[in-house]
């Protein structure tokens, strides 16, 4: 954990935030990838219920205070302790990346909650071949591939047709965001990681965003039941999908791609002129396929790595 001279490790301040986007913007374009993600993704990672920069998250500054390398940690499903971080290009090759894992490794036994079963993961971008590197001699190994999908707007877009008995229309956040809620996580029951947050800590964390936006989701019905849901926001230029939820009894008919292209047209009603979502490459329900025919196509990619805490204990 020892860092090279010149270097300090302390929690981030908020000030720090676009100092940490930076980081990521470099990290993006070093690896040849367009910028995805940025100070938008990490003021939401910042704002998210129960998150804490002094608890949560470590920052390396150089002598002038300039911030070389940055990683955060954050209990996500129980017993398990999700990590993602990056060190800019101009100081790689000093130990940064090494000290930030040890640093992880060594607060996420503490995050696990003592369960025996607890695992570490920590996401990374697929290009650097350096960071994979250091992770597997971490004792990390790769878990999982996923994928950042983006299409490129025109000035108009044809909201599309939607499926015989089905409608799509917005949402009204003081009624709607359980309903919402309760779709999504159906939909998502049996993909890999996800797990459904409490009820109350789901809601703190979509409102408590910096981006939240309910204008931009939109709620499907079937005979008046839910039956899909789509959650978008705006981060700097672009629009994101957050979540597209089809429950399983209403697949095959043409819902999805309803969904997004309402709300391609919504974005384009707006200027957007790119909208990006993230999609896992092992996703059993043909997602990947249906974002393609859409006209989505893969941007970057990022894998998912993942060890066992031995003699995880409480704090």
């Not at 981030?12 to 470099?26: C, F, K, S, Y």
């Not at 878990?143 to 999908?149: E, L, N, P, Q, S």
């Not at 993230?278 to 043909?286: I, L, M, R, Y």
Request: aromatic share 8%; proline share 5%.
């Amino acid at each position: 954990m020892e860092l090279p001279a010149g270097y300090q490790l302390r929690a981030p301040e908020p000030g720090d935030l676009d100092g940490v986007a930076d980081i990521l913007i470099a990290d993006q374009l070093a690896e040849g990838g367009p910028v995805v993600l940025d100070a938008g993704f990490v003021q939401d990672e910042w704002s998210r219920a129960g998150f804490s920069l002094a608890a949560n998250a470590w920052v390396v500054a150089d002598g002038a205070g300039t911030i070389a390398g940055y990683v955060q940690a954050t209990a996500e499903e129980p017993g398990t302790v999700d990590c993602w971080g990056a060190v800019h290009p101009r100081h790689r090759g000093r130990g940064i990346g090494a000290a930030l894992v040890g640093v992880t490794q060594e607060r996420a036994a503490r995050l696990a909650g003592g369960l025996p079963s607890g695992r570490l993961r920590h996401v990374i971008n697929a290009a650097d071949a350096a960071a994979a590197d250091l992770l597997l001699a971490s004792g990390l190994h790769l878990v999982r591939h996923f994928w950042h999908m983006q299409i490129d707007l025109p000035v108009q877009v044809d909201s599309g047709t939607v499926p015989d008995g089905i409608e799509i229309g917005g949402i009204d956040p003081a009624a709607d965001l359980p309903l919402v809620k309760t779709v999504v996580d159906e939909a998502f029951a049996d993909h890999w990681g996800y797990h459904p947050e409490p009820d109350d800590q789901w809601a703190a964390d979509q409102t408590g965003r910096p981006t939240y936006d309910p204008s931009l989701w939109l709620l499907a019905r079937d005979g008046g039941q839910p039956a899909g849901a789509l959650i978008g926001h705006v981060s700097e230029d672009r629009g994101w999908v957050d979540y597209l939820a089809v429950l399983a009894a209403s697949r095959g008919r043409g819902l999805g791609a309803a969904l997004l292209r309402r709300s391609f047209a919504m974005f384009a009603g707006r200027g957007i002129r790119r909208v990006v979502l993230a999609v896992d490459a092992e996703n059993t329900t043909g997602a990947t396929a249906l974002y393609e025919r859409v006209g989505m196509r893969v941007v970057s990619r990022f894998d998912w790595w993942e060890r066992a805490l031995a003699g995880a204990r409480g704090e």
